[in-house]
């Protein structure tokens, strides 16, 4: 088993999320070879490189891509790197993280190879056999791959934990190697141009990879109300989130909308105030490790889902527990 | 300027589902189903830029059993001027759909082919990005923002990416998936779902369109996740902080 993995990047070091894909690829089978492709171009390539060779001890091999052409991660140039890779080296299997960019990237590079991708794998049960949530995981399906082409998957990085590398481990330090792109033909990879990028909310954590999130539905009434949610998000160091129904009442943007068709998130704690628990937004919320529920109504769905229930007036609640909560770790 | 819309019939977002006893997958039996609300959304922005005067023509595709055509009348009744159905008894891999509707693009060549971003059953978020790299087309996921330059034939769009937006202006022909931000589609009105009747669909199969069926998935077992164990009501709000420091140990 050969595993190549299209790793991101940010300010000269790897993100979380391409560490546990390494994780996920160590799952695949015994004397697994894993090597990470970066592209990329300048000195925050380089660097993210030579951290890439000491992220997990089982990474044999960092592969560096560096051009203009990859300054932004575009979906074209990236698939043509890709498949321009693979004709130099065989590999077994081609994974990236579920992220937007592995999202954007690998179904792209795995239609040029002719080879349908696995999508979201949450489990993996031996090299071509895999388990992926569907209906926004309200059913799990088990899959295995039968095709003839490399075995392409996206990982739900949620599923795979990275453990925390031990001092020993991290003197092991993978080989890096430059690609040679003189051969790398460009035709159809300047039709996309990068603009820009605006992050919003710095300050708190991305809601589909924050440890906590915290959540309003409707009851909260206004969007002065919702600041509450803001407030007690900050105080845990979480996300906000929020259900359809308080996002088409217009107390936040619809980037914060948490379900089926909106996010789906997996923190340790989910707290969800003034939220009934319409199935759509069960369907986002259910594998979070703690869920808890504060809704004035007692009948309300969520609560058979809440590991902790509080039936109360969250206008009440959220005041309490403002001022009794310790401060974020 | 022609834009192609590809429409999913599936299960309606907000029917419960049930996984069937043989495992074998998910019941759509007797089931309410709809337009899949990611290709609502894309089929919404397509009629937009034909009222702006972008686009002459919106054609509506959809791939499937022959139910496929309700599906497609509800995007006519929206607004789009006609339908193609390719008619497909069993269910095919996003490689197959996108290879079918690179064909359909070859045919028709749309300057702009719209998807939903993923479909809400399977969830696969692949075929937008496929049908590009078939076509040798940019492509633009995750659209919550789509301004056209008719003179300089180019699109620029925002992408919901982790964390933020990101702008990119892709050259047409393109293919753009659309996220949930993206537009509020509208409502077909009663005058609309009755003008929709007369309006024209296709019929086509796989075959007429020369695509060979790619099947290297196999579905092994559908089953239902793990319940998550009803858990406590708790009295007090001391009592929570309480049970979530030493119990969950999560604050």
């Known amino acids: ?329 | 300027m022609k834009i192609l819309v590809a429409v999913k019939r599936v299960v309606d977002y907000a029917v419960k589902i049930r996984v069937k006893p043989d495992k074998t997958g998910v019941d759509t039996q007797n089931v309410k189903m709809s337009m899949n609300p990611f290709c609502e959304i894309a089929l919404e922005e397509a009629l937009r830029i034909k009222e702006a005067g972008f686009a002459k023509e919106v054609i509506a595709v959809s791939i499937g059993p022959s139910q496929c055509v309700d599906t497609l009348r509800t995007g006519l009744a929206m607004g789009a001027d006609r339908g193609i159905h390719v008619e497909a008894n069993s269910s095919f891999l996003p490689l197959t759909i996108a290879k079918i509707l690179k064909s359909l693009a070859e045919v028709e060549n749309p300057g702009l082919i719209f998807l939903g971003k993923q479909a809400i059953d399977d969830d696969c978020n692949q075929t937008g990005q496929m049908v590009a790299a078939l076509l040798g087309w940019p492509q633009a996921t995750f659209a919550s923002k789509v301004v056209l330059d008719k003179d300089k034939n180019v699109a620029t769009v925002d992408r919901e990416v982790d964390g933020g937006l990101e702008t990119l202006s892709v050259d047409l022909p393109a293919v753009i998936t659309t996220d949930l931000r993206l537009n509020q589609p509208r409502y077909a009105t009663l005058p609309n779902i009755m003008k929709a009747k007369s309006k024209p669909i296709k019929k086509m199969t796989v075959q007429d369109l020369k695509v060979d069926i790619k099947s290297d998935i196999e579905i092994l077992e559908v089953t239902e996740p793990p319940k998550r164990k009803s858990g406590v009501i708790v009295s007090s709000v001391d009592e929570l902080i309480d049970k979530l420091k030493n119990e969950a140990h999560v604050v």
């Open chain 1, 1 to 329: 088993i050969s595993t190549l993995i299209l790793a991101e990047h940010e300010s000269g070091s790897i993100k979380p999320q391409t560490v546990s894909t390494v994780v996920a690829a160590n799952s695949l089978g015994e004397s697994s070879s894993i090597s990470l492709l970066l592209a990329g171009s300048g000195s925050s390539l380089q660097e993210a490189a030579s951290q890439a060779a000491s992220c997990h001890p089982s990474v044999s091999e960092v592969l560096v891509a560096d051009s203009d052409k990859f300054e932004y991660s575009l979906a074209e140039p990236w698939a043509k790197l890709v498949d321009f890779v693979r004709q130099q080296r065989d590999y077994s299997h081609i994974l990236a993280s579920s992220s937007s960019f592995g999202k954007n990237i690998l179904p792209r590079v795995a239609a040029l190879l002719d080879v349908s991708p696995i999508t979201d794998v949450v489990k993996i049960l031996g090299s071509a056999q895999f388990i992926r949530p569907i209906y926004a995981g309200n059913a799990l399906c088990t899959v295995r791959y039968t095709g003839e082409g490399p075995c392409m998957l996206t990982i739900r990085s949620t599923s795979f934990p990275v453990t925390p590398i031990t001092a020993d481990s991290e003197s092991k330090k993978a080989t890096i190697s430059q690609i040679d792109l003189s051969n790398f033909k460009e035709d159809s990879v300047n039709r996309s141009r990068y603009v820009g990028r605006s992050t919003q909310d710095t300050e708190r954590p991305d809601l589909g990879s924050a440890r906590v999130v915290i959540t309003g539905g409707r009851a909260l009434k206004s969007v002065e109300n919702f600041k509450m949610i803001e407030k007690l998000a900050e105080k845990l160091g979480g996300a906000v989130g929020a259900t359809r129904a308080a996002v088409d009442a217009g107390y936040v943007p619809n980037d914060l909308q948490v379900g089926q068709t909106g996010k789906i998130v997996a923190p340790e704690l989910y707290m969800a105030f003034g939220v009934s628990g319409a199935i759509q937004h069960l369907a986002g919320i259910k594998d979070s490790k703690v869920i808890v529920a504060v809704n004035k109504d007692a009948d309300a769905p969520i609560f058979q889902v809440a590991d902790y229930g509080l039936v109360g007036d969250l206008f009440e609640v959220i005041p309490e527990l403002l001022e009794k909560l310790p401060e974020k770790k």
